[in-house]
């Protein structure tokens, strides 16, 4: 095939040599391919179309059961050494690992196409942005790329004869489990998934790129690319702040991206605008701030739980051009249901896993939607889009967020003391595992700034890249740590988050404004009961005060659980963060 760019054609004759696909198929982008696609889609039960009427361009897609959510165990930092992928990553020298996966990948893609998708990681031509190419055997993965990302004749035209893109090489072949592997090569900016079709899997310019060849490439060019959402926030005042926050999968990022304030707030006048719900790439400008672009350009959502009190604006964004993934099929009316979506569960549905779905299973408690049925909606549909969302020199952060899902511990919000000590912060993290990987859901895990997953190369790397980074802005953003799911011992959460959440954003705002109060403490600076915004919500300071406490027995429970961590990194772990342990250990001990 011919190419502007060399190293996009000898990429795409090497690749259908070794798939054996039997037409290859260049995704332009145009309105009159994509529908053919869906179509093609339809006919071949790839995709049902839904209600059209009620859900206009909607379809929904069903995967194997065996092949729902991100496989970490079989994800790989394939490098030249070993080191170079550190200790937290799963690793294959990088010639074993191309040798063991040409095996798999010879004639894939027998008796079908190969489609490749010229995209775009942020806007098209924007300096932050980053193209790739992805070829691929499935016509769901061009669909979800389509609307995730900008793809097209447009983005080769960007690219012209250069050779500086990201090679992805997706192959669903036959959905083998035991052969499925997810292998980044960060130094050669290239990727190969095999043997899944699933979202995180094979969406290549996601987690694959935006996140672990990227934060690759940030180490190397001195910028980041982190797990974060984007907001910004609109005071009475018409100013507009921005927050960009990292917790880990299904911990909240499109929560509290697409928040709706509170009654009391939304008639001051406070307004949120989502510039992104997963993914920041972040580089210092010219003026010492640190800037943030979101390199997506739709969102791959968690369907259960979203509905019109927790999330109107999430679900909004679904009711139009949007695929849905492993939820319910409402035969009803041909739409869609999930758990948490409304107390009506339809009587008549098809689960997630394709089978009747009725009376008697919902009484035997079995699931309509699997736990992490996603939708790819578009970011245009988005009413709370900010305006900011395609500004190519992306917005102006003024505070950090880290937070996880911690039943104890972890207080309401906390404020670290000053950029290193937000390192650390965001280097301690550690959440309950979530159904958005394989594997046990519920176990506490470090989780650190929520890039376990992601993070392309060594962490102790990654957090000397963070500390050098605070000394390469000069304006440097605030850093806080908030927990939305501390619980009674009953196990009840005991903040109502979602909307009210705000209050907590507030309080972050006026930190970095100078204008509200903290108590400093053993981890950081943290509010009094009475700092927080309460108005309207039915909590009194003393079930504030509860959430906002430092339990000193926990903390150091949890100061020997860092340092069982941090031991995994040695000699590597940057001294700063040795340090902010130490100074942990003896506030704990005073
Ligand atoms: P990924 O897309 O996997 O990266 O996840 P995410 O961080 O965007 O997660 P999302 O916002 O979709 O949240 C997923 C889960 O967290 C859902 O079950 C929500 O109901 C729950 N959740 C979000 N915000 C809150 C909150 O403030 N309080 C509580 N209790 N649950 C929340
Ligand atoms: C996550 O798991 O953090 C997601 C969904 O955002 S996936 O794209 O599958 O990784
Ligand atoms: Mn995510």
Not at 140 to 146: G, S
Request: aromatic share 10%.
């Amino acid at each position: 095939m011919q190419f502007l760019s060399k190293g996009v054609e000898k990429f795409v004759d090497e690749s259908v040599e070794l798939c054996q696909p039997d037409k290859v198929v260049v995704i332009d982008g145009s309105e009159a391919q994509l529908a053919a696609l869906r179509e093609e889609a339809v006919a071949t039960g790839e995709m049902i179309k839904l209600n059209q009427e009620l859900l206009p361009g909607c379809y929904l897609h069903r995967t194997l059961p065996n092949d729902v959510a991100r496989v970490e165990g079989r994800t790989f930092i394939c490098t030249e050494k070993k080191e170079t992928a550190g200790p937290t990553n799963n690793w294959m020298q990088k010639d074993e690992a191309y040798a063991m996966l040409k095996e798999i990948y010879k004639g894939a893609m027998k008796g079908r196409t190969m489609y490749v998708i010229p995209y775009s990681m942020g806007a098209v031509g924007s300096p932050f942005s980053k193209i790739g190419i992805e070829l691929t055997d499935s016509i769901y993965v061009v669909l979800n790329m389509a609307i995730m990302t900008r793809i097209g004749q447009r983005v080769l035209d960007q690219l012209g004869t250069s050779d500086d893109f990201v090679r992805g090489l997706h192959s669903k072949a036959e959905v083998d489990a035991d052969k499925r592997y997810i292998c980044q090569f960060p130094e050669d900016n290239t990727i190969m998934s095999v043997n899944s079709a699933y979202g995180g899997n094979v969406l290549l310019g996601k987690k694959c790129f935006a996140l672990r060849i990227a934060s690759y490439q940030g180490w190397h060019e001195g910028w980041m690319a982190e797990h974060m959402l984007i907001l910004g926030l609109e005071k009475p005042n018409g100013e507009t702040k921005y927050i960009a926050a990292a917790f880990p999968s299904a911990c909240g990022k499109t929560n509290l991206a697409m928040l709706i304030p509170p009654e009391e707030f939304a008639k001051k006048g406070y307004k949120i605008h989502t510039v992104g719900d997963d993914i920041a790439w972040i580089r210092v400008g010219a003026d010492g701030r640190l800037y943030a672009i979101n390199p997506e350009n739709g969102f791959f959502g968690v369907a259960p739980g979203t509905n019109n009190k927790s999330n109107p604006n999430a679900l909004a964004s679904t009711r139009k051009n949007t695929i849905f993934t492993n939820v319910c099929h409402n035969l009803e009316n041909n739409t869609v249901w999930w758990e948490g979506l409304d107390k009506n569960p339809p009587k008549n549905a098809i689960d997630w896993q394709g089978n009747p779905w009725g009376e008697k299973e919902q009484a035997e408690g079995v699931k309509g939607a699997h736990p992490n049925s996603r939708f790819t909606a578009p970011a245009i549909n988005c009413p709370c889009l900010s305006s900011e969302f395609e500004n190519p020199q992306g917005v102006p952060l003024d505070a950090i967020v880290f937070g996880g899902r911690r039943a104890k511990t972890a207080p309401l919000v906390y404020e670290a003391r000053d950029w290193n000590h937000g390192v650390f912060v965001g280097s301690i993290m550690a959440s309950e595992t979530t159904a958005a990987a394989s594997g046990a859901v519920g176990v506490v895990r470090r989780d650190p700034m929520a890039m376990l997953p992601f993070c392309g190369y060594n962490m102790a790397e990654y957090f000397a890249h963070w500390v050098e980074m605070g000394t390469k802005a000069e304006k440097r953003p605030k850093i806080f740590n908030v927990n939305w799911f501390r619980t009674d011992d009953e196990g009840h959460f005991l903040w109502p988050g979602f909307g009210d959440n705000l209050r907590v954003l507030d309080w972050i705002i006026r930190r970095t404004e100078g204008t509200a109060e903290a108590v400093e403490t053993a981890i950081g600076y943290v509010p009094n009961p009475a700092d927080i915004n309460l108005e309207g919500l039915d909590m009194t300071e003393a079930d504030i005060a509860e959430l906002l406490t430092v339990d000193k027995e926990l903390w150091l429970q949890d100061a020997q659980g860092i340092e069982e961590f941090y031991a995994k990194f040695g000699e590597q772990l940057p001294k700063e963060l040795r340090d902010e342990l130490d100074r942990l250990k003896s506030n704990l001990n005073k």
